[in-house]
């Protein structure tokens, strides 16, 4: 019997104004946060106009990726899962080509990671641990590298959800995060897959989060978040817990490193970056904790600012805006928090549910487990809700065996609304 499948469906939606690319996992600047103004103010009571949908993607939990009069996606075919173009205007397929074997999982079949689009290449990871670069015109593969067997000797992955990890690209080398033994961050040539360099000195497990690159005093980085690291009788040791830290993106040097604010558990929140603070978050009651990055002689530190419960994020990530963040929170609901001192200014409780949220043009645009697609404003003093529609054709997320809900951020890109929906099979 195969376990449960998810079947996906992407809806585009007008939102007139705008011009700005979405080329990988959290946009443009790895943030959550659309450059695009003049976009709706307000939602009618519909919603804005539909300008197409599809569920030709095939199964899965993948995210999207825009640029220019193209979408980028992930979706299980059969035994294959495949990357494919769409036309950004109609929604029709361009192309599909197979990247790697599917991956099986009691919760939901299929790739989970968001592709990387980066000059005429287009890096995706399959959920497996296959990870190819792809002429983005063509759906042609210029190379793939095998993170589950080549690079992951030894490998240790945080529980059983497969690489969720999008790549990222800096100077020149792709950077992911197949976690275990050899090193948990690995930096491979762009151009020809080969390994560059891996974290010896960094082998925990891999989490879920996606490494966001990042310059502190003028050295680039990527900032990760790990797993801890598994003992002999398989559960995370003293001196192996997770932790964040920041990788110099030309060699893999790890340039500093401060405990989690979670001890272990899925970690799946990307962490956010902003000029020398970092911000961590995960579910499970973890709560989160901020860092200043700093020199320290020839290296850095990363001195404990803060840490906080009024953010508990366990899924669908957190977006800063004017010194504000704003995120779903365990299990209390939509909160706004200071990020300069971790208070609390506001929480929602109950007429919204949980849901991946990104921002734009002085709005948070989110969606959520109860099917719908909300617009609300961007302010400190309360949830101030601009609208909502409910996706078409979807009643509901069918759960798996423990009526697990999930939501994919959506994408706001030159002028659309582009929402990856999982819906029953």
């Known amino acids: ?233 398989g559960l995370v040791t003293a001196g192996g817990r997770p932790v964040v830290a920041g990788v110099r993106a030309s060699d893999g040097a790890v340039r500093w490193t401060a405990p989690a604010p979670y001890k272990t558990g899925p970690i799946i929140p990307t962490p956010v970056v902003a000029g020398d603070r970092v911000f961590a978050t995960a579910g499970y009651g973890a709560g989160a904790a901020c860092y200043q990055v700093e020199r320290d002689g020839d290296g850095y530190r990363a001195k404990l600012v803060y840490k906080t419960k009024e953010m508990t994020n366990y899924y669908g990530e957190v977006v800063l805006k004017d010194g504000l963040l704003y995120g779903y929170t365990d299990p209390t609901g939509w909160k706004c928090v200071d990020f300069r001192t971790g208070e609390g200014k506001w929480e929602q409780y109950t007429s919204a549910s949980a849901g991946a949220v990104v921002a734009a043009d002085g709005r948070l645009y989110v969606v959520a487990t109860d099917a719908k697609v909300r617009l609300a404003a961007l302010t400190g003093d309360d949830w101030a809700p601009l609208g909502e529609f409910a996706l078409p054709g979807v009643s509901k997320y069918r759960a798996a065996r423990h009526r697990v809900r999930v939501a994919t951020p959506p994408v706001v890109a030159n002028g659309r609304l582009y929402a990856y929906r999982v819906k029953a099979d």
Not at 8 to 33: F, I
Not at 181 to 189: E, K, Q, R, S
Request: glycine content about 16%.
């Open 1 to 233: 019997m195969r376990p449960f499948m998810a079947a996906a469906l992407v809806v585009a939606t007008s939102l007139p104004a705008g011009a700005d690319d979405w080329p990988r996992w959290r946009g443009p600047n790895a943030d959550g946060v659309s450059r695009e103004t003049g976009l709706l103010p307000k939602w009618p009571a519909a919603g804005p106009p539909l300008d197409w949908k599809t569920d030709a993607v095939g199964h899965g939990y993948a995210g999207l990726s825009v640029v220019g009069d193209r979408v980028y996606t992930l979706g299980l075919f059969g035994e294959d899962e495949h990357a494919l173009a769409l036309d950004a205007g109609t929604g029709k397929v361009v192309w599909s080509v197979p990247v790697g074997p599917r991956f099986e999982n009691p919760w939901g079949d299929g790739p989970r990671s968001t592709p990387t689009a980066d000059g005429p290449d287009l890096f995706v990871l399959a959920a497996r641990g296959r990870l190819s670069c792809l002429d983005r015109a063509t759906g042609k593969a210029r190379w793939a590298v095998e993170l589950g067997g080549v690079l992951m000797k030894g490998n240790i992955i945080d529980t059983n959800w497969g690489h969720c990890a999008s790549p990222a690209v800096v100077d020149g080398v792709v950077v992911v995060c197949p976690g275990g033994g050899p090193g948990t961050v690995a930096g491979l040539d762009r151009k020809t897959g080969a390994e560059r360099w891996r974290t010896k000195d960094l082998a925990h497990a891999a989490a879920y989060g996606s490494p966001v690159p990042a310059v502190f005093d003028g050295e680039a980085q990527c900032v990760v978040v790990t797993g801890g690291v598994e003992g002999a009788s």
